[in-house]
């Protein structure tokens, strides 16, 4: 392969890559959002079928839209499509939604500035997209071929959880041979080896009401009760394992003279293992009240399984052998945030994440990505996908 005119192309392609990116970014597309996620996935369905690519619409009643494209899915000669049909394809990964609400673009609008671009979105992961569709059109361009056909999806509500899309999102990962996930790079432009998995967990307290000054011994306390279950949740935790868990919404009680009858906790559990997850379930479903005469009920599970190491780290060793010949380094690192990949991996599929935008911010109102990464992002993807 040859490198230099690789990172050349990706490098002139620039100004259309950015224009590309930039009527990504005003299309807001909040998950909740089925119509503006379903205007972007028109955008992006067209912009596939310029690349030459056939898609299909995943249509969704309480979602946006996503949409499957393949490239490269037909082969000329009986050799050609005898070896393409042996050969699984390679999925590219990413989502449509953001966690920013309609109406961000008015006190955030896409700008440029001092070499970053800016807006809702950008870093997660519209820029990831865009990346994935520049490293297409260089491959495309230069005419270089890769051995299988390549099929990309975007999904439209992986910010809350990917519940309408897990299942096709596994269905895609089974019939792959690898799973480039096109979320942000981590810090400095690191893939993503392991992310943790996520889980989510409400526990409900039922005690009994009753009047705080006059007759307090009359009442259950759920307030208590629900403090005492959260103080044993300290004991599951185990931070050097890549165990946590944060109660991250209380809620109960009506007025303070009143012994509340109700309360409930929302919390958050963090996991590095597959094994560890179903560790955390029996032990938060297995919670027994304190006070003989309180009940608790306990929903939820984990609902996205870490991406463990052992099923990126081949793919990152070839990234970053990529990477030295078109002249950088390529780390890798670990995040504690999930991602769709999570679901790959844990099926064991290959899955190597973090192949998108180099920025900061996101969720945060700094969002951002730096430009100059762009070409070496698409580069590396390119030479990733011919190459496999």
Same mark, same amino acid.
């Given at each position: 392969m040859d490198f230099q005119k690789l990172i050349a192309y990706c490098r002139a392609d620039l100004p259309a890559v950015m224009e590309c990116l930039r009527q990504a970014v005003e299309i807001e597309s909040p998950s909740d959002s089925k119509t503006g996620i379903d205007r972007l996935t028109r955008f992006f369905a067209h912009e596939?079928?310029?690349?030459?690519?056939?898609?299909?619409?995943?249509?969704? $009643?309480?979602?946006?839209?996503?949409?499957? @494209? +393949?490239?490269?899915?037909?082969?000329?000669g009986a050799h050609a499509a005898r070896r393409a049909s042996r050969i699984k394809p390679v999925l590219l990964l990413g989502h449509l939604d953001t966690v920013w609400p309609r109406g961000t673009l008015a006190r955030m609008?896409?700008?440029?500035?001092?070499?970053r671009a800016y807006g809702p979105g950008i870093l997660d992961m519209k820029a990831g997209i865009v990346i994935g569709l520049a490293a297409i059109r260089c491959l495309h361009t230069l005419g270089i071929e890769p051995a299988s056909s390549v099929r990309l999806l975007l999904t439209s509500d992986e910010e809350v959880?990917? $519940?309408?899309?897990?299942?096709?999102?596994? @269905? +895609?990962a089974k019939r792959a041979r690898a799973v480039l996930v096109l979320e942000p790079a981590a810090e400095g432009g690191a893939m993503k080896t392991s992310r943790k998995g996520v889980g989510e967990f409400e526990i409900r307290v039922h005690g009994r009401a009753s009047h705080a000054g006059i007759n307090p011994e009359r009442g259950?306390?759920?307030?208590?009760?629900?403090?005492?279950?959260?103080l044993r949740l300290d004991k599951f935790a185990d931070p050097q394992r890549g165990i946590t868990l944060n109660a991250g919404v209380i809620e109960g009680g009506t007025r303070p003279n009143v012994v509340p009858e109700l309360a409930r906790a929302v919390v958050d559990v963090r996991i590095r293992r597959l094994g560890d997850g179903e560790r955390i379930e029996r032990k938060m479903f297995g919670l027994k009240p304190i006070h003989p005469q309180a009940r608790l009920e306990v929903k939820g599970g984990i609902n996205r399984p870490p991406l463990e190491r052992i099923r990126a780290i081949e793919l990152y060793r070839k990234a970053r052998a990529l990477g030295r010949g078109l002249g950088f380094e390529v780390e890798e690192a670990s995040t504690g945030g999930g991602s769709d990949g999570n679901f790959s991996a844990a099926l064991g599929i290959p899955t190597l994440d973090g192949l998108g935008a180099v920025g900061d911010g996101a969720h945060a109102i700094h969002e951002h990505i730096v430009i100059r990464e762009l070409p070496r992002r698409a580069a590396l993807l390119a030479a990733l996908v011919a190459t496999l």
């Amino acid at each position: 392969m040859d490198f230099q005119k690789l990172i050349a192309y990706c490098r002139a392609d620039l100004p259309a890559v950015m224009e590309c990116l930039r009527q990504a970014v005003e299309i807001e597309s909040p998950s909740d959002s089925k119509t503006g996620i379903d205007r972007l996935t028109r955008f992006f369905a067209h912009e596939c079928k310029r690349r030459h690519g056939k898609v299909t619409f995943l249509e969704q $009643r309480d979602c946006g839209a996503g949409l499957i @494209a +393949e490239f490269w899915g037909k082969t000329k000669g009986a050799h050609a499509a005898r070896r393409a049909s042996r050969i699984k394809p390679v999925l590219l990964l990413g989502h449509l939604d953001t966690v920013w609400p309609r109406g961000t673009l008015a006190r955030m609008p896409f700008r440029i500035r001092n070499g970053r671009a800016y807006g809702p979105g950008i870093l997660d992961m519209k820029a990831g997209i865009v990346i994935g569709l520049a490293a297409i059109r260089c491959l495309h361009t230069l005419g270089i071929e890769p051995a299988s056909s390549v099929r990309l999806l975007l999904t439209s509500d992986e910010e809350v959880g990917s $519940r309408a899309f897990r299942k096709k999102i596994e @269905a +895609e990962a089974k019939r792959a041979r690898a799973v480039l996930v096109l979320e942000p790079a981590a810090e400095g432009g690191a893939m993503k080896t392991s992310r943790k998995g996520v889980g989510e967990f409400e526990i409900r307290v039922h005690g009994r009401a009753s009047h705080a000054g006059i007759n307090p011994e009359r009442g259950v306390n759920a307030i208590a009760e629900l403090a005492r279950q959260l103080l044993r949740l300290d004991k599951f935790a185990d931070p050097q394992r890549g165990i946590t868990l944060n109660a991250g919404v209380i809620e109960g009680g009506t007025r303070p003279n009143v012994v509340p009858e109700l309360a409930r906790a929302v919390v958050d559990v963090r996991i590095r293992r597959l094994g560890d997850g179903e560790r955390i379930e029996r032990k938060m479903f297995g919670l027994k009240p304190i006070h003989p005469q309180a009940r608790l009920e306990v929903k939820g599970g984990i609902n996205r399984p870490p991406l463990e190491r052992i099923r990126a780290i081949e793919l990152y060793r070839k990234a970053r052998a990529l990477g030295r010949g078109l002249g950088f380094e390529v780390e890798e690192a670990s995040t504690g945030g999930g991602s769709d990949g999570n679901f790959s991996a844990a099926l064991g599929i290959p899955t190597l994440d973090g192949l998108g935008a180099v920025g900061d911010g996101a969720h945060a109102i700094h969002e951002h990505i730096v430009i100059r990464e762009l070409p070496r992002r698409a580069a590396l993807l390119a030479a990733l996908v011919a190459t496999l």
